[in-house]
Antibody
């Protein structure tokens, strides 16, 4: 099972861009059995899937965020990243990265510990 | 609104059995996974592909599905099982994953 660790700023100003990185160890992000996902959780709320990056670099985004979200990977560093533009207070959340098994099982088998991002001036 | 829905809360006496349900049309086509999230922690998968347990998950966790409803069962509930449980499956088109709203389990 891979191990994942999110890094990024804890505070972002409204209208600016949020950038987060997920470092992966134990498995290559090019491994075809694993895809890579970002999931967030607003304070006191449930889990919200944001987007998924395939082992080949193709991305799928939540319809509600498609216009503001960009996911990409760096195989040389074995990490993948999220970029969310034009943030507002509604983007304040704990952001988790996770690995997605895409065989017939289709489930998030490993998660990072999460990183809290607050959008505030 | 979510494509899969869960009851917000359920309570169960210590040592008893509890069922947590997840309902949605996409459950007719796609398998479900269940996640346990304790306060301040990352979610942990407890059941995947409807009824399989990841390594290290106690046998008291099990799952099933019937029609548009998936169920997570926890037998001989322990105090440590108190958490929020989320179901997850693909959307109706199979394009992306969707989470249920979560069910908060209280152990009495």
């Amino acid at each position: 099972q891979p191990r994942l660790q999110e890094t990024g700023p804890g505070l972002v100003k409204p209208s600016e861009t949020l950038s987060l990185t997920c470092a992966v160890s134990g498995v290559s992000i090019s491994d075809r059995d694993n895809w890579w996902a970002w999931i967030r959780q607003a304070p006191g709320k449930g889990l919200e899937w944001l987007g998924t990056l395939s082992s080949g670099g193709a991305s799928t985004y939540s319809p509600s965020l498609r216009s503001r979200l960009f996911l990409f990977g760096d195989t040389s560093k074995n990490h993948f990243s999220l970029r969310l533009t034009s943030v507002t207070a509604a983007d304040t959340a704990v952001y988790f990265c996770a690995s997605l098994i895409i065989s017939s099982s289709y489930y998030f088998d490993s998660w990072g510990q999460g990183t809290l991002v607050t959008v505030s001036s | 609104s979510s494509e899969v829905t869960q009851d917000p809360a359920v309570s169960v006496p210590l040592g008893h059995t509890v069922s947590i349900t997840c309902q949605g049309d996409s459950l007719r086509r796609f398998s479900v996974s269940w996640y346990q999230q304790k306060s301040g922690q990352a979610p942990v998968p407890v059941v995947y592909a409807t009824h399989n347990r990841p390594s290290g998950i106690p046998r008291r966790f099990s799952g099933s599905t019937s029609g548009d409803t998936a169920t997570l069962f926890i037998t001989e509930v322990q105090a440590e099982d108190e958490a929020v449980y989320y179901c997850n499956c693909r959307d109706k088109s199979g394009s992306y994953p969707v989470f249920g709203g979560g069910t908060k389990l209280t152990v009495l």
